[in-house]
T-cell receptor, first 119, second 110 residues
Framework: GAVVSQHPSRVICKSGTSVKIECRSLDFQATTMFWYRQFPKQSLMLMATSNEGSKATYEQGVEKDKFLINHASLTLSTLTVTSAHPEDSSFYIC???????????????FGPGTRLTVL | QKEVEQNSGPLSVPEGAIASLNCTYSDRGSQSFFWYRQYSGKSPELIMSIYSNGDKEDGRFTAQLNKASQYVSLLIRDSQPSDSATYLCAVGFGNEKLTFGTGTRLTIIP
């Protein structure tokens, strides 16, 4: 299957700093990537849909000025958590959609995730 | 609002037995159906996709889709302790974002 990488895998930062997380599709081009957040023992929560060359679409309740998304190329999307606070500590996971060409048969592949701890 | 329902479990199955995981969805127009496995502390991993009615087999895994009943299932034969994980059902329509269920936690008992 297709491979998606994330960097860094783990980050610890002080409150008030900004953290950038990179998501790359390694062996396919992804015009659409997704950013999720997951708290311990809870379900995946979609934060936003990242579209190459256009603005991201944020889910209801997600602050777009706090979670900046840039889809700079067909293989790279970045999520920047600005002025991070302890309540932003979570597991952030990206996924990339591989286009198959058939109607409704695109597949999402997940990156390994980034564990963010804000002190 | 599109919904995907799964029994949260935990579902306990003896080693070597068949584990059966079920999922129902609300949008009758859904076109794509996926099963992801998520180990504790890790990200989801795609294990099966299915797009048409019937069964699709891949090794020990079989996905079953019944669009009339809006039901998709995953069977795991010869269950192993390494199959213990949370299994996420996801449903999609066209190029829209996937809708995920909350997952079923499966435990294989040695």
């Amino acid at each position: 299957g297709a491979v998606v990488s994330q960097h860094p895998s783990r980050v610890i930062c002080k409150s008030g700093t900004s953290v950038k997380i990179e998501c790359r599709s390694l062996d396919f081009q992804a015009t659409t990537m997704f950013w999720y957040r997951q708290f311990p023992k809870q379900s995946l929560m979609l934060m936003a849909t990242s579209n190459e060359g256009s603005k991201a679409t944020y889910e209801q309740g997600v602050e777009k000025d706090k979670f900046l998304i840039n889809h700079a190329s067909l293989t790279l999307s970045t999520l920047t958590v600005t002025s991070a606070h302890p309540e932003d500590s979570s597991f952030y996971i990206c996924s990339a959609r591989e286009v198959s060409g058939g109607a409704g048969t695109d597949t999402q592949y997940f990156g390994p995730g980034t564990r963010l701890t804000v002190l | 609002q599109k919904e995907v329902e799964q029994n949260s479990g935990p579902l306990s199955v003896p080693e070597g037995a068949i584990a059966s995981l079920n999922c129902t969805y609300s949008d009758r127009g859904s076109q794509s159906f996926f099963w992801y496995r998520q180990y504790s502390g890790k990200s989801p991993e795609l294990i099966m996709s299915i797009y048409s009615n019937g069964d699709k087999e891949d090794g020990r895994f079989t996905a079953q889709l019944n669009k009339a009943s809006q039901y998709v299932s995953l069977l795991i034969r010869d269950s192993q302790p390494s199959d213990s994980a949370t299994y996420l059902c996801a449903v999609g329509f066209g190029n829209e974002k996937l809708t995920f269920g909350t997952g079923t936690r499966l435990t294989i008992i040695p």
